[in-house]
T-cell receptor, first 114, second 112 residues
């Protein structure tokens, strides 16, 4: 019953450092995405993927890269961390098609950039 | 871009009271979803709505998909302390495979 697994749970970075948030799902979902959650702003889509080898930008993509080499994994890379990227990050997945609209979230990654 | 207006932003209620929150938008949505987020956890789906006018219950929770397809509400009856958390609405557009818009959330506090 793993579902969507994110690592690390907590991370502190210095400005300018790079890092990768890992995300894996074992439900064979085609769609995967990354959101960030900031106080009073709900969940904002950073990048998403509709299948292996396909990625696209969401609402707030700047400063982040993604890749989707396998169906299971969807890592999010911060290229040069900035304090504005301090946030809680959620990876999510769902099946494709109109019958699979339910989005499943990971437990979140708390990132602080100092 | 599309936006969801979720209200209220926060609610402080007494245990046993009923709660109502809603989301409205200027856009038409194909699906409405309601999620709950406990502190330190990711959002978990409570109710999914797929048709205009649909009324669906999950225990003490009831949600409705508005007739105009531009709004939805969630009611919680007889609240208990474990109802504390952030409730998010989310709308999915009829076009675009993964276009899901989230509201800003309603923070619910329940006093025993």
């Amino acid at each position: 019953n793993a579902g969507v697994t994110q690592t690390p749970k907590f991370q502190v970075l210095k400005t300018g450092q790079s890092m990768t948030l890992q995300c894996a799902q074992d439900m064979n979902h085609e769609y995967m995405s990354w959101y960030r959650q900031d106080p009073g702003m709900g969940l904002r889509l950073i990048h998403y993927s509709v299948g292996a080898g396909i990625t696209d930008q969401g609402e707030v993509p700047n400063g982040y890269n993604v890749s989707r080499s396998t169906t299971e994994d969807f890592p999010l890379r911060l290229l040069s961390a900035a304090p504005s990227q301090t946030s809680v990050y959620f990876c999510a997945s769902r099946k494709s098609g109109s019958s699979g609209n339910t989005i499943y979230f990971g437990e979140g990654s708390w990132l602080t950039v100092v | 871009g599309q936006q969801l207006n979720q209200s209220p932003q926060s609610m402080f209620i007494q245990e046993g009271e009923d709660v109502s929150m809603n989301c409205t938008s200027s856009s038409i949505f194909n699906t409405w979803l309601w999620y709950k987020q406990d502190p330190g956890e990711g959002p978990v789906l409570l109710i999914a709505l797929y048709k205009a006018g649909e009324l669906t219950s999950n225990g003490r929770l009831t949600a409705q998909f508005g007739i105009t397809r531009k709004d939805s509400f969630l009611n919680i009856s007889a609240s208990i302390p474990s109802d504390v958390g952030i409730y998010f609405c989310a709308g999915q557009l009829s076009t675009g495979g993964f276009k899901t818009i989230f509201g800003a959330g309603t923070r619910l506090f329940v006093k025993a």
